[in-house]
């Protein structure tokens, strides 16, 4: 999947519970932990500007894209 969700790391770095989170977006925890595995095929920006506001992160910082062959964006090896 060319889209890969560090929602994770972003919890870890901010030290904050996957139920916490879960409870003031309004989203259940299963849906979080779908989302958390990039199990999903879409979010709605709203969902994504709340998790943002309580996580004080940039939507960029919780989602990243990877070409076909896993490298991510900008990597080394790139032409350029």
């Known amino acids: 999947m060319p889209i890969v969700v560090t929602l994770d790391e972003m919890l870890v770095r901010r030290k904050v519970k996957s139920r916490d989170l879960a409870a003031h977006v309004g989203i259940t925890e299963a849906n979080l932990?779908?989302?958390?595995?990039?199990?999903?095929?879409?979010?709605?920006?709203?969902?994504?500007?709340?998790?943002?506001?309580?996580?004080?992160?940039?939507?960029?910082?919780?989602?990243?894209?990877?070409?076909?062959g896993g490298a991510?964006?900008?990597a080394a090896g790139e032409g350029g």
């Open 33 to 68: 932990s779908l989302l958390k595995s990039g199990k999903v095929k879409g979010v709605r920006f709203e969902t994504l500007s709340a998790i943002c506001e309580y996580l004080q992160c940039q939507p960029g910082d919780l989602l990243a894209w990877v070409d076909d």
């Open 72 to 74: 991510p964006e900008g």
